[in-house]
């Protein structure tokens, strides 16, 4: 086992699915990561995302963060930040006199990586994977249990959006061809935060179903990840290094933008929302920004000047940390998140902000109603459809499967798989659609006659 992951290795443009193919010395104007990125752009799950919550209701007279304006700003985050990481390090590899053509790529990875990295999440945000969760672990699903092998139950009751992105990227689903979206190695890796697999979650937090595992393995090893787990133990690596960009563009972004949302929706006021954002900096560059944002005097373009400082100062703190701790973040042994590791003052703030997240936001009614509605729906729909599956020959079920996408796999040969399809069509829905169905079900929506 080697000591340390090789960037040579972790930067490889081989597709997965379509590794026959592979033309390492092909010469196009467009990269195969920048293709990856250009991919998801143009496909409906990443459209789909413009209808998924992401914290507060989708907008009204508005508008706020769905899950599609999130990811294309930790897009835009996470390249900027690879993009400084890629510059010192190309710089310090070549004074070694070592290959840097890899660095250039390491932007256009994460920024791809940062497009896909909530592909897999349910409707009706975190509350969508909690109420899959609890429908096996505390609902009807328990009775399904004794027809499932532990792996199996366990990926069910810790239902994971990251996980699921890793399957909706990979997994050949009917009449799909061979490997998904046939991404490249290096950004499927980077996009899986937690590379072990569910009996080893933690927090409910793993990357990958059983029904995944090979194929992570094989990304893995093809990428030089280090193998943390011996032989006949659960499956766990040690991250891609580009996965803590990834992290640290996401927690940016929905940190900072999830207090300029609230406080345009005036669940913060003004002055509390300066003053959180403000305390990120030191009292000379404080006194510079404050001085700027006196030239103007409308409050949401205040607290979007200020939310963009804070924005710069964290990509600069994170890429200081990923420059000055590479060598930990290569051999595995980097502890913690990089915002973890900034400095006091940064850290101290953005533990502030995540603080009164908690206190003021998450908390708000509107917020909690959405979480009360999503849970409702989903586990209506869970029921319903899970019940199709299962028992296929009764009246209803033929109904309700004939309304099922063509490309999920309702008649799998095993209950996992059929739970799968079930899976893989719910967390495809938008919250509308989600909705709807909900209401159809019930006899609360008919066709106009």
Request: proline letters at 4%; hydrophobic letters at 40%; glycine letters at 6%.
């Amino acid at each position: 086992m080697p000591q340390c992951m090789q960037w040579a290795a972790l930067v490889n443009d081989k597709r997965f699915g379509l590794e026959d193919y592979h033309d390492s010395k092909k010469n196009a104007t467009r990269s195969d990561f920048r293709r990856d990125y250009d991919r998801l752009v143009f496909s409906s799950p990443f459209r789909r995302l413009q209808n998924k919550t992401q914290v507060f209701p989708l907008p009204g007279s508005i508008f706020v963060h769905n899950r599609l304006t999130h990811s294309m700003e930790v897009s835009c985050v996470g390249k900027s930040m690879a993009d400084n990481i890629a510059l010192a390090l190309k710089k310090r590899y070549a004074e070694r006199g070592e290959p840097t053509e890899h660095f250039d790529h390491l932007g256009d990875i994460v920024a791809a990586a940062c497009l896909a990295h909530d592909l897999g999440n349910p409707p009706f945000g975190h509350s969508g994977e909690k109420a899959i969760a609890t429908f096996f672990s505390e609902g009807a699903g328990r009775v399904l249990k004794d027809g499932l092998t532990d792996a199996e139950w366990a990926d069910f009751t810790r239902f994971e959006g990251n996980a699921n992105a890793f399957r909706m990227l990979t997994h050949q689903f009917n009449g799909r061809r061979r490997g998904g979206f046939a991404m490249t190695y290096s950004t499927l890796a980077s996009i899986v935060k937690y590379p072990y697999e569910s009996s080893l979650a933690t927090k409910g937090k793993f990357g990958f179903f059983e029904s995944e595992k090979a194929d992570f393995e094989q990304v893995a090893s093809e990428l030089g990840m280090l193998r943390l787990s011996g032989e006949g133990e659960p499956l766990r690596y040690a991250r891609h290094p580009l996965v803590y960009i990834v992290e640290a563009a996401d927690d940016i972004c929905y940190e900072v933008m999830d207090i300029e949302d609230a406080h345009k929706l005036k669940i913060l006021s003004t002055a509390t929302t300066v003053g959180v954002l403000l305390a990120f900096f030191e009292p000379e560059r404080r006194a510079r920004i404050e001085e700027s944002m006196r030239r103007v005097s409308d409050p949401n373009e205040q607290v979007a000047y200020l939310r963009s400082c804070v924005i710069g100062a964290l990509v600069e703190r994170c890429a200081e940390i990923f420059i000055s701790r590479e060598q930990d973040i290569l051999a595995g042994t980097f502890t913690g998140s990089l915002l973890q590791n900034i400095a006091d003052t940064e850290r101290a703030a953005y533990e502030r902000c995540c603080a009164l997240s908690w206190e003021k936001i998450y908390c708000a009614s509107e917020v909690v109603d959405i979480e009360l509605a999503g849970n409702r729906i989903i586990t209506f729909l869970m029921e319903r459809l899970v019940d199709a599956v299962t028992r296929p020959e009764l009246n209803y079920s033929l109904l309700l499967l004939s309304k099922f996408p063509e490309q999920y796999d309702v008649n799998a040969p095993t209950l996992y798989g059929k739970i799968q399809a079930v899976l893989d069509h719910i967390s495809a829905m938008t919250d509308v659609y989600a909705l709807d169905l909900y209401r159809k079900l019930n006899g609360m929506s008919l066709p106009a006659v």
